[in-house]
Structures are given as structure tokens and as C-alpha cells.
């Protein structure tokens, strides 16, 4: 020790107190580093929730479109069956008319 304890005693103090503010600088720093990152990922978080909200409303167009779409192929596919019960029908009688011989309905079947 120096003939000054009280000396000793202030600069320990001060050697002390910097250690504590750079201790708290660090903190400060790491701190304000973090809040940065929570910010970066927030922002990155919203801008995936817009992606997938985005994707979720287009993908709901397309399985909208492909319901009317199916709705309409069995649409025509119910028309297409009248039809060709309609022409299996005139077929049947143009046949009967000219022959004399009754088909079954076995022989008029689509394949």
C-alpha cells in the first residue's frame, strides 16, 4: 500500500466504477443489439404472415375456380348423357323402323 491509503482507497473506487460502466456499456450495447434483432425478426415475421396470407387467399381463388370448374364439367357431363340417352333412343327406333328387330339397350351402351 502507499503512504495514502486514502489515495488507494479512491483510486480502487474509480478502478471499480470504470469497470462498472463499462460493464454497463456492454450492456447497453448487447442490449440495444437485441431490440435490433427483436425488431429485424418482427419485421421478417410480419413480411412472412403477408406471404402467407397472400398465398392462403390465392390458393383459396384456385380451389374456388376449380370447384366452379368441376361443377361445370358435371354440368356437361349430365347434358352429354341426356343426349346420348335421347340419340340411343332415336337410333333404337330409326332401327326398329327399317328392321323390324328390337335392340336390347345392352348393344347401344358407350365404350
Not at 370447384?67 to 333404337?92: C, H, I, N, P, W
Request: include cysteine; proline fraction near 1%.
Amino acid at each position: 500500500m502507499s503512504e495514502r491509503p486514502l489515495d488507494d482507497v479512491v483510486h480502487n473506487f474509480n478502478a471499480r466504477w470504470q469497470d462498472a460502466d463499462a460493464v454497463h456499456e456492454q450492456h447497453s450495447s448487447r442490449e440495444e443489439e437485441l431490440r435490433k434483432c427483436l425488431r429485424d425478426l418482427e419485421k421478417q415475421r410480419s413480411a412472412q404472415l403477408a406471404q402467407c396470407f397472400q398465398f392462403d387467399a390465392k390458393l383459396s381463388a384456385e380451389i374456388e375456380q376449380l370447384q366452379a370448374l368441376r361443377v361445370d364439367v358435371m354440368r356437361r357431363v349430365e347434358a352429354l348423357e341426356e343426349l346420348y340417352t335421347s340419340l340411343a333412343g332415336q337410333l333404337k327406333q330409326t332401327y326398329r323402323d327399317a328392321t323390324g328387330v328390337e335392340l336390347a339397350d345392352t348393344q347401344l351402351r358407350m365404350r
